[in-house]
């Protein structure tokens, strides 16, 4: 009987345990239906805020189909009650009883998309056409050992003398002929030494946008496409004044005439074009041909008039480009130009020229920079001279014999893009040739430059630059020159080549 007590006294209190603990499980179920319950108010309220959402921009949608037929409807109004242009004016008269109804308007389509400022500007010439206005100005400023400047800066665009030049201000003009062609256009402005404006027709020309085969056409007035700087203007430049070896082969203008190129892009795995242009053979844009402005080594020259298409210059080229690693590339050409010279009834000359531009820039660059780029051109000129006399003062003439001479020179440039907006740069120039009758002779002396200099670019749309050139020449000797170039653009220009 002593067990049973304990018995019923461990069941009592395994039950009072029990009833004790059911109600904490009811209350743990409570709260986790809770939480569900909560769950489920947040996605019914999200799901109604987006239900909301879909509504207004439904609202706004009929809104703007309402306006769109409502201006529909006004347009296609206005179009119904306007008289035909070629209908004649109609005098007074009493109105017929029964008046034909006009007949119906056309569908008038939905306006189209907004301008955006991504696409080109259009101007006056339909949805295709485009115009990219810009007017660049060069100025340079600096001192030389020499007075008389023209002496060691030999080109066009090149400072002229001491103190102040502005040796190219231009407006270039390019954009969309229409659907074939493109259209560009640049004037250059220019103060020579005694302050006066001299203007000049620089480029104008078409070139074709749809040729079939991998073709392109050019024809109008345009920069030759021989080598690599000869093509670019003087904005364009690397260093403040032109290389002397295309002063030298090229005259103070570079070559430039009126003519034609055709170009085809070979379908080879790396980037590969062929050039061959015809152009005008005459004037100082085409220096070493039949050039009657200047003498060339002491020939008087003659007026050679064009016979037939052997007169005309012809320069082919050819350039490869290649992918040398992931941020290095190579761009490699040969050019060649050949046609008659000034010196003689049927004197030719011909010029060669080989390329190269190396450039690295990593694929962590910013904004272009670092960088490190290499360019060097060598040249060689055969100049067919013709028999002449020289008058002397208080000398006898000079005869001078039928010749051929050979001038041959480069340049070699390094340009380091060291941080943002800062570029060094440094360039070595080099021109000779060999003896000939004509001595001393400015156009065939040898003569090399150094020239270092540096770049200050604040934005894509302005330029400082400062350089040195120490000058040596088998003439005019040793000559030490310090320029500082100033440049800024207005408008949109058009991209320049690689």
Do not use: C
């Not at 259009?122 to 340079?140: C, E, H, P």
């Not at 080598?227 to 364009?236: M, T």
């Not at 260093?239 to 003519?259: A, S």
């Amino acid at each position: 009987m002593g067990r049973l007590p304990r018995r019923v006294g461990m069941a009592i209190a395994v039950l009072a345990l029990g009833v004790a603990a059911l109600p904490r499980g009811v209350r743990a179920q409570s709260e986790e239906l809770r939480r569900e319950l909560e769950a489920m108010r947040r996605q019914l309220r999200d799901v109604q805020e987006q239900v909301r959402k879909q509504e207004e921009l439904n609202r706004r949608q009929a809104e703007i189909n309402k306006r769109q037929e409502e201006l529909i409807r006004k347009l296609t109004a206005e179009r119904a009650a306007a008289p035909s242009p070629a209908a004649p004016v109609e005098t007074a008269a009493a109105p017929s009883p029964a008046a034909p109804a006009p007949p119906a308007a056309p569908t008038v389509p939905p306006p189209s998309q907004p301008w955006s400022p991504a696409q080109p500007l259009t101007l006056l010439s339909g949805a295709r056409g485009y115009l990219n206005l810009s007017f660049d100005a060069l100025m340079d400023f600096g001192w030389s050992t020499t007075p008389d400047v023209t002496t060691i800066e030999r080109g066009d665009h090149d400072p002229l003398q001491r103190g102040f030049t502005l040796p190219n201000e231009e407006i270039f003009i390019d954009g969309a002929v229409d659907p074939y062609f493109k259209g560009v256009a640049d004037l250059v402005f220019k103060l020579d030494k005694d302050n006066a404006t001299e203007v000049e027709l620089e480029e104008v020309y078409l070139t074709t946008m749809a040729l079939p085969w991998n073709l392109q056409a050019k024809a109008g007035q345009f920069f030759t496409e021989f080598g690599r700087l000869n093509q670019q203007h003087p904005h364009a430049w690397d260093f403040v004044d032109q290389p002397l070896v295309i002063g030298r082969m090229f005259g103070p203008e570079g070559l430039r005439n009126p003519g034609a190129r055709l170009s085809w892009l070979v379908p080879t795995p790396f980037y590969s074009e062929l050039f061959v242009a015809a152009q005008n053979s005459h004037g100082d844009t085409a220096f070493s041909f039949r050039n009657t402005e200047d003498a060339l080594f002491g020939r008087t020259p003659i007026d050679r008039p064009v016979r037939n298409p052997g007169d005309l210059l012809y320069v082919p080229r050819y350039v490869a480009s290649f992918d040398l690693t992931d941020s290095q590339t190579l761009v490699t050409g040969l050019s060649g130009a050949f046609a008659p010279n000034a010196s003689g009834r049927d004197t030719r000359t011909q010029v060669y020229g080989a390329d190269v531009y190396w450039k690295w820039k990593p694929s962590w660059q910013s904004g272009g920079f670092p960088f490190v780029s290499w360019q060097t051109e060598a040249l060689g000129r055969r100049y067919e001279a013709g028999a002449a006399t020289v008058e002397r003062v208080g000398l006898p003439p000079l005869a001078l014999p039928r010749e051929t001479l050979g001038d041959w020179g480069l340049y070699s440039q390094v340009l380091y893009g060291f941080t943002y907006r800062w570029v060094a740069g440094l360039r070595g120039d080099w021109v000779d040739g060999d003896r000939g009758a004509f001595t001393p002779d400015e156009n065939r002396a040898q003569q090399y430059r150094i020239s270092p200099n540096l770049t200050f670019y604040p934005t894509e749309f302005s330029k400082l630059r400062l350089q040195y050139n120490y000058d040596h020449g088998k003439l005019h000797g040793d000559d030490n020159s310090v320029w500082a170039q100033v440049e800024f653009l207005l408008g949109s220009h058009a991209a320049h080549k690689f």
